[in-house]
C-alpha cells in the first residue's frame, strides 16, 4: 500500500460504539504492525496476546509451527482498548479463551466475513481493496525498503526457509534503487591523480563490500595487472 493509502484507511479512527467498523480498523493497525497471514489472525485468542511480555503466540501457522513475535508498542494500546470495549466479561475480566477477533455477535470471525466485511470498510474509506495477503506484501516491501535483514524477515513472516523470504528481498530490492544512488558507498570515490591518493578509498570500499579486487598473473606467476568489480549492492564478508 502507498503511504497515502495507508493514511486515508487509518487516519481518523471509527466510532468505538461500530463493533464491525472499529474492529476492522484495529485489525489493519495489528496487519501493519506484523505482516501476520490472515488465516493466523483469526486463530488468535484473546489469551495469545501477552501484554506483560509485549508477545504475540501465532499458534495457527501455515508450516504449522507456532511463533512467538514481538508486540510492537504502537499496536499494543489499539489492541488493549479492543479487548477492554469487546473481549472482556461483565466484571471487566478478559475472555481469555475467546477469539480475539470476533464478529458482531461475539463469536470468532470467518474468512468470508472477514473478506466482505474488509471490502466494505475499504470502500469507506476510498482504497481499493485487494485481499488480505497485501498487508503482508506491504509490510515486506517496506522492511526491505528500509534496509531490514532478510533473516529476521524470514522469522518475522514464518517462512520456513530463506527461499520465500529472498523472493520478497528481489522483488521490492529493485524500488530501492534511487536510495542505493544516494546513499551508496562508491559515492566516496574522488579520483584525483595518483595510484596513493585513491588507494585508502578504495581499501574502504573493499572492507565495506562493495569493491573486489582480483590480481591478475601471468603463466610465469608474475603480476600483470589488477581488475576492480565495483558493485552497486555490498556483499558481506
Known amino acids: 500500500y502507498t503511504n497515502d493509502e495507508i493514511y486515508r484507511l487509518t487516519r481518523k479512527r471509527p466510532d468505538t460504539h461500530d463493533v464491525v467498523a472499529y474492529r476492522n480498523w484495529v485489525m489493519i493497525q495489528y496487519f501493519m504492525a506484523t505482516g501476520n497471514r490472515i488465516g493466523s489472525v483469526l486463530a488468535l485468542n484473546v489469551e495469545d496476546i501477552d501484554f506483560e511480555n509485549n508477545e504475540i ?9 507456532p511463533q512467538i513475535a514481538t508486540l510492537p508498542s504502537k499496536l499494543k494500546p489499539h489492541l488493549a482498548n479492543w479487548v477492554k470495549l469487546y473481549r472482556t466479561d461483565e466484571d471487566g475480566i478478559p475472555l481469555y479463551n475467546a477469539p480475539l477477533f470476533c464478529n458482531a455477535y461475539g463469536t470468532r470471525l470467518v474468512m468470508k466475513s472477514a473478506y466482505d466485511s474488509m471490502g466494505d470498510y475499504f470502500a469507506t474509506r476510498g482504497v481499493a481493496w485487494e485481499g488480505f495477503h497485501k498487508f503482508r506484501h506491504s509490510y515486506a516491501a517496506n522492511w526491505v525498503r528500509e534496509g531490514g535483514d532478510s533473516l529476521k524477515l524470514k522469522t518475522q513472516l514464518g517462512h ?41 578509498t578504495i581499501k574502504e570500499l573493499e572492507k565495506a563490500g562493495y569493491v573486489e579486487r582480483h590480481r591478475i598473473r601471468d603463466s610465469a606467476g608474475r603480476l600483470r595487472t589488477t581488475e576492480y568489480i565495483i558493485r552497486e549492492i555490498p556483499i558481506p564478508e
Open 57 to 65: 503466540r501465532v499458534q495457527h501457522t501455515k508450516n504449522r509451527r
Open 160 to 200: 520456513s526457509s530463506l527461499t520465500m523470504t529472498n523472493r520478497y528481498a528481489n522483488l521490492y530490492g529493485k524500488a530501492v534503487s534511487k536510495d542505493v544512488e544516494d546513499h551508496s558507498l562508491i559515492n566516496k570515490v574522488k579520483i584525483t591523480s595518483g595510484r596513493k591518493k585513491i588507494q585508502p
